[in-house]
């Protein structure tokens, strides 16, 4: 135990594991996707992703989303499709970077986090300005969030005197 460790406060520790969970598991996801579309030709990603959701479409042929993401796999390009795949590989490895260094409670540990989710919301707002997606503001959301949380640990854990 470290010197004058101040034992976290239940609510606040539970709820920072529990988003670390949450991004841990959405790294290893994105990971995954990164690397299935790296190796699926665009008639396999279509086929994917109407195999994922056939039955929402065949219990609702107008559902919005399902339409959606059956259309863009259709008109994604492979060079898109190449970005994102990236994207996602590096966005995933970054998520399990933040997620093993808070839980090695080092200082330069924790330091690391925060920057590398500092520069992915910087990121992600300038890609948000450029197009914007409810679905990227809500991670930038979650990113800030998670920041926020991750910051009230290192200051209680390392006594960050502000000033």
């Not at 988003?19 to 990164?34: C, D």
């Not at 998520?95 to 920057?115: D, M, P, Q, T």
């Not at 992600?124 to 197009?131: A, D, G, K, P």
């Not at 800030?144 to 390392?158: A, E, P, Q």
């Amino acid at each position: 135990m470290e010197p004058d460790y101040k034992p976290p406060s239940s609510f606040w520790h539970t709820l920072l594991n529990t988003t670390l969970v949450l991004k841990g598991l959405n790294g290893i996801f994105e990971i995954v996707q990164g690397v299935a579309l790296f190796f699926l030709s665009p008639e396999e990603r279509t086929q994917w992703i109407q195999f994922l959701l056939g039955q929402e479409l065949v219990e609702d042929p107008k559902d919005v989303l399902g339409n959606f993401l059956v259309e863009l796999s259709q008109n994604l390009s492979l060079n898109s499709q190449f970005f994102i795949a990236f994207y996602l590989l590096i966005h995933g490895v970054i998520n399990l970077i933040i997620v093993g260094s808070v839980w090695s409670h080092k200082e330069k540990a924790y330091r690391l986090a925060v920057f590398l989710t500092g520069a992915f919301i910087l990121y992600q707002v300038f890609r948000l300005f450029h197009h914007f997606s409810f679905v990227l503001m809500l991670f930038i959301l979650f990113d800030v969030f998670v920041l926020r949380l991750m910051m009230m640990d290192h200051k209680r854990r390392f006594k960050v005197v502000e000033v």
